[in-house]
């Protein structure tokens, strides 16, 4: 069994289509890049404040903050969140580095692609495989130091961007660990509830990967799909998304645009957190569109436990009349399940169908996804 987050694909090698049509000179998209047209219809009507995802100021009192975290988990699986003591001179220069990257030619950006085994380097989203279609973005995933790929791309020049790259880490470690405490602390869940939280809820040993996206302006973006509707595999995600939309939640069957608020990071519940809640929380189906006219960057940290560590319903959390929904699983055992069975893979770790009669959200075989 891998004990690091770089090996959990060790058993899952996904061999994927790495020739990139050249995004910026297309004219238009072509076929192997068509998804069915994305209708209006989805669409849900965020911009007139009927349905809008929570915002949640963590300078409010702690006890405000938790109860506000709680029930954005409970109904919608997604906030943003602002004074969150991230510098925006940092934002921005991942931001920065980000572009760097994703700005170089093609066939320098493939020397640092990531291998079918392996989890980091440069490449389009593992999920891609699930589909027919290939999606309108391209990524570049780092786990712990991006060193090794960083030299690839720019062999006389890769410190700058490896520096960035690891203060962005350090601050997300911290803030992802806080963050954890407090979404968990609206259900009574404490650090000492967490094991491997540690004795000062400081989640030392916790895994994480950064993940930059990039989504060039695409010719004729009703017919593109940016990245494919999915939940995280985490404990949760932070997400970083520039001053242009993309990002979207489905919430009652519409597609919700998250809108960008400068400064503000996004929440997400991932899989692991609706797992350790035993279905309180919900991990939400996102995906992200992409638009004719600007190019859009985002920057998500995937947040995680150690990987060894079994991962289970919470005991405070269960009683017989609500029993665990969910069997014991690592986040290594996991993302091996997630690249075998994508959307199926929490109904298969499921145990039994829910006594109070709610409905699972993430049994998305009832979700057309895409
Ligand atoms: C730790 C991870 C979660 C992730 C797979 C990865 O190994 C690193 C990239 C992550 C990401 C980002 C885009 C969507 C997603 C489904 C994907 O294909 O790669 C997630 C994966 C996940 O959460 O399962
Ligand atoms: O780019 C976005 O807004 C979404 C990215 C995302 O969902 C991810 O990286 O998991
Ligand atoms: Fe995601």
Redesign the pocket.
């Known amino acids: 069994m891998p004990s690091r987050?770089a090996e959990?694909?060790r058993d899952h090698p996904v061999d994927l289509h790495q020739n990139h049509l050249d995004f910026n000179s297309a004219r238009e998209v072509p076929d192997s890049y068509a998804w069915p047209p994305l209708g209006d219809e989805t669409l849900g009507d965020y911009k007139y404040g009927v349905e809008s995802v929570p915002i949640i100021d963590l300078s409010d009192p702690v006890n405000s903050v938790k109860e506000q975290m709680g029930r954005a988990c409970e109904t919608w699986g997604v906030f943003q969140i602002t004074n969150h003591g991230i510098p925006m001179s940092l934002l921005e220069k991942v931001q920065a580095e980000g572009r760097r990257l994703f700005s170089l030619p093609a066939q320098q950006k493939l020397k640092a692609a990531r291998s079918p085994d392996g989890?980091s380097g440069y490449g389009v989203?593992?999920?891609?495989s699930f589909f027919p279609k290939l999606m309108w973005s391209e990524?570049f995933?780092i786990?712990g130091s991006p060193a090794e790929h960083a030299r690839q791309l720019w062999p006389q020049d890769y410190s700058k961007f490896c520096e960035v790259m690891e203060e962005y880490e350090k601050e997300m470690k911290v803030l992802a660990g806080r963050l954890t405490l407090l979404m968990l602390g609206s259900l009574g869940i404490t650090k000492e509830d967490i094991k491997w939280a540690g004795p000062r809820g400081e989640f030392k040993d916790a895994c994480?990967?950064l993940?930059l996206?990039s989504y060039p302006a695409c010719p004729d973006p009703k017919r593109a799909m940016g990245?494919a509707a999915?939940?995280?595999?985490?404990l949760l995600?932070v997400l970083y998304q520039n001053s242009t939309s993309g990002l979207q939640v489905l919430r009652g069957g519409k597609w919700i645009t998250v809108p960008p608020i400068t400064g503000a990071l996004v929440v997400n519940v991932?899989?692991l957190l609706h797992i350790l809640s035993n279905g309180r929380y919900t991990s939400v189906l996102h995906r992200a569109v992409v638009n004719r006219t600007y190019h859009r960057l985002s920057v998500?940290y995937?947040y995680?436990p150690p990987m060894n560590v079994q991962i289970s319903p919470l005991s405070k959390l269960v009683n017989p009349r609500n029993p665990p929904l969910y069997r014991p699983v690592t986040w290594s055992e996991y993302?091996g399940t997630?690249a075998k069975h994508f959307n199926k893979a929490l109904s298969s770790v499921r145990l039994c169908a829910p006594l109070n009669g709610f409905v699972d959200v993430n049994d998305h075989n009832r979700v057309k996804v895409g």
């Open positions: 987050l959990a694909f989890i989203a593992r999920i891609s990524g995933t786990v994480a990967a993940q996206n990245l999915h939940t995280d595999s985490t995600t991932g899989d998500a995937l995680g993302l997630k």
